[in-house]
C-alpha cells in the first residue's frame, strides 16, 4: 500500500531563517506531488505541483520554493522565512486516479 | 476566476440528524469531485469522491452531483459527535490534464450529543 511521510510535524523559526520541509512517498512510482500551506482560519492554498523529477509548476509567486529530487521525494524550501509563512503546510499526492492523499502535515511558526 | 464556494457555516445538528453540506463550483468542464474530511489540527482525509451525475453511497454518507446545475453535496445521515469536522470541497476545475484540484474554504460541521 501506499504511505506519505511528512516531516517534521512541528516546526518553530525565527524570521529570517531558511527552511527546509521533506515529503516523501512509498509503494508508488510516478506520483504527481503537490505542496499546500492552510493558515489559521483558512482554506487550502496550492503553492506548487510536480507531474516528474525536476518538473515543478508554481502557483503563488512568494518567499518559497520546491525541488523535487527523486522521483517520490518533494522538497519545500526557503531561503528566508517571513512573519506570514506561517501556516499548516501539507504535502499530497495522486497516481493513477486523481485522489490527492495527504501527509500529516507541518505546522509551522514563524516568530 | 474559476471557484469553489462552500455555505459557510458554522452548521450544528443534534445527533442522529442528517448534516447536508453543499458546494458549487465555476467550471461546467469539471469531472472529478471530493469531500474531505478535517479534524482540528489534522490533515484532510478523503470521504467521497464522485464523477458521475446521480447520488454516491457509502455508508452513512451520501454525496449527490448535479453537472447542470453545477452543484455537489454531502449528506451525513445519523450523524454523530465523532462527524464533528470541517468539511472540505474539492473540484478538479477544468478536469482533463488539469492535475490540480481547487479546495472550497469548508464548513465547519458540529454534531451535538
Known amino acids: 500500500s501506499q504511505t506519505i511521510h511528512q516531516w517534521p510535524a512541528t516546526l518553530v523559526q525565527p524570521v529570517g531563517s531558511p527552511l527546509s520541509l521533506e515529503c516523501t512517498v512509498e509503494?508508488?512510482?510516478?506520483?504527481?506531488l503537490y505542496w499546500y500551506r492552510q493558515a489559521a482560519g483558512r482554506g487550502l492554498q496550492l503553492l506548487f505541483y510536480?507531474?516528474?523529477?525536476?518538473?515543478i509548476s508554481s502557483e503563488v509567486p512568494q518567499n518559497l520554493s520546491a525541488s523535487r529530487p527523486q522521483d517520490r521525494q518533494f522538497i519545500l524550501s526557503s531561503k528566508k522565512l517571513l512573519l506570514s509563512d506561517s501556516g499548516f503546510y501539507l504535502c499530497a499526492w495522486t497516481g493513477l486516479s486523481d485522489i490527492q492523499y495527504f501527509g500529516a502535515g507541518t505546522r509551522l511558526s514563524v516568530l | 476566476q474559476k471557484e469553489v464556494e462552500q455555505n459557510s457555516g458554522p452548521l450544528s445538528v443534534p445527533e442522529g440528524a442528517i448534516a447536508s453540506l453543499n458546494c458549487t463550483y465555476s467550471?461546467?468542464?469539471?469531472?472529478?469531485f471530493f469531500w474531505y474530511r478535517q479534524y482540528s489540527g489534522k490533515s484532510p482525509e478523503l470521504i467521497m469522491s464522485i464523477y458521475s451525475n446521480g447520488d454516491k453511497e457509502d455508508g452513512r454518507f451520501t454525496a449527490q452531483l448535479n453537472k447542470a446545475s453545477q452543484y455537489v453535496s454531502l449528506l451525513i445521515r445519523d450523524s454523530q459527535p465523532s462527524d464533528s469536522a470541517t468539511y472540505l470541497c474539492a473540484v478538479n476545475i477544468g478536469g482533463g490534464s488539469n492535475y490540480k484540484l481547487t479546495f472550497g474554504k469548508g464548513t465547519l460541521l458540529t454534531v451535538n450529543p
Open positions: 467550471d461546467r468542464g469539471s469531472q472529478s
Open positions: 510536480s507531474v516528474g523529477i525536476g518538473q
Open positions: 509503494g508508488t512510482s510516478n506520483p504527481n
